[in-house]
């Protein structure tokens, strides 16, 4: 499924490459063809205005003989025996150099022609016909296109100023070739970056949508567990429904428990599943957190005195901007899990200090510890570090993962310092209010 996202992203990716630099190449190329060909229209206007200028009809010459086919256009002015060298010389004088002109009668026959273009297979009676003083002409010849400027004369001969468009037709397969090259190199480029991106955006995607797979599955895991026990203990009491329940304490107070647990897990699993929506709105206030955590240690008081635990705490004044309701949550996971793991007779500790910059919520026990391998893991829900040992324990796995999420949903953090044998310590910063 990701695999057929990938591809369809990159796929998304270079055509959108592929829409952008097509248009940008297709632009460019239309502007600088026009460019260029305004600018030859321009140089042949001018060009025929000078000729128009100057007085001097076009002389009588022999049709030149076609240049080799390969060879130049043009050839330098040679000496012939009709040829009026002077009028031809002045004129072309006026001209520059990649200009020619040729004067033509009606039906096509060259009068002059003193650049020697080769303009065989140009239909010059066809030029003739079209005519048109403003109009600029395109005539196709065998050995190169050419853009001319007719006018007529006065004796009813033409005269056509013109360029080869030779360089102009180079210039522009060159720029073709090059936005084709151009555009074919940035597309095999954009889609090899684009498999690597599209490969980037969907991992996170693909990781949470993952987990999220992994969180239905143990939670129903979790809470299939229970209500077996449940219901095989029912199964029990069912078998003899003439017994008392004196005499069936022992699976009465089975089916109790599970349900007990079966209650805290569903709060729990609702509480991250509100979380991860981002329904679980915190109602955010200024409040003391010296006093909640307080009172949480004296609540909790009776829970260690049947633990057979001291619970000790050292409290200073701290203010705090938070959801009292999901910060006494924070703190009881704390306290409840250091009562449940602190050492036989052992002593649980709760410190509240502040500095400059948050106030510190440490929770200490006496307990077995953490190995540094499990540390990273027991944030993550249904986390159990020995899984059997603490579902006897009343424990759903997901205390820590609710007491991270507030903890970061108040902009603070939460750290766990431990070592096996040697107890452990969790930490919570907040932010001061
Ligand atoms: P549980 O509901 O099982 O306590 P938690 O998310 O609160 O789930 O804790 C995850 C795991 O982290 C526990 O199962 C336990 O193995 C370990 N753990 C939590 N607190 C302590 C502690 N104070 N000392 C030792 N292990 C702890």
């Not at 579902?391 to 108040?410: D, Q, Y």
Request: aromatic content about 4%.
């Amino acid at each position: 499924m990701f695999q057929r996202a990938r591809l369809m992203l990159t796929a998304s990716y270079a055509a959108a490459l592929a829409l952008t630099l097509g248009g940008i190449g297709v632009a460019s190329y239309v502007l600088i063809r026009d460019d260029l060909e305004s600018e030859i229209d321009r140089s042949l206007r001018a060009a025929q205005e000078q000729l128009d200028s100057v007085d001097i009809l076009p002389t009588p010459t022999a049709v030149p003989d076609p240049t080799p086919p390969g060879g130049d256009d043009r050839e330098d002015h040679e000496d012939e025996e009709h040829h009026d060298d002077d009028d031809d010389a002045a004129r072309l004088a006026l001209l520059s150099s990649d200009v020619f002109y040729v004067a033509f009668a009606a039906d096509g026959t060259v009068i002059a022609n003193p650049r020697r273009v080769n303009l065989e297979g140009v239909d010059l009676a066809r030029v003739a016909a079209e005519a048109d003083g403003d109009e600029l002409q395109r005539a196709d010849g065998e050995h190169g296109h050419f853009r001319l400027a007719v006018s007529q004369l006065d004796d009813g001969s033409f005269l056509a100023v013109g360029r080869s468009l030779r360089l102009v037709e180079h210039q522009l397969e060159t720029l073709r070739m090059v936005f084709l090259v151009g555009g074919v190199i940035g597309l095999v480029v954009s889609l090899g970056a684009g498999f690597g991106l599209a490969g980037r955006t969907l991992t996170p995607i693909r990781r949470a949508l993952e987990s999220q797979q992994q969180f239905v599955s143990d939670a129903s895991h979790e809470l299939r567990t229970p209500l077996t026990v449940a219901r095989a203990n029912n199964a029990l009491l069912l078998d003899e429904p003439e017994a008392t329940i004196e005499s069936r304490l022992d699976q009465a107070e089975a089916v109790a428990a599970e349900l007990d647990h079966l209650s805290v897990l569903v709060g729990d699993l609702t509480t991250l599943a509100r979380a991860d929506e981002g329904r679980a709105n915190l109602l955010l206030e200024p409040l003391d957190l010296a006093a909640l955590v307080d009172e949480v240690v004296r609540d909790m008081g009776a829970l260690a005195d049947v633990h057979g635990v001291s619970l000790v705490s050292e409290i200073a004044p701290a203010r705090v901007r938070g959801d009292r309701a999901r910060l006494r949550q924070l703190v009881v996971i704390l306290v409840d899990n250091s009562l449940k793991y602190a050492a036989e007779h052992g002593t649980v500790r709760v410190a509240l200090a502040t500095d400059g910059r948050g106030a510190e919520l440490s929770v200490t026990d006496d307990g077995p510890g953490i190995a540094p391998a499990e540390q990273k893991r027991i944030f993550e829900r249904f986390y159990r570090v020995d899984s059997e040992r603490t579902r006897s324990k009343g424990g759903t796995g997901l205390g820590l993962a609710i007491g991270k999420w507030i903890t970061e949903a108040h902009g603070g953090r939460i750290a766990v310092e431990s070592a096996p044998g040697r107890g452990t310590t969790f930490r919570v910063r907040l932010p001061l209010a």
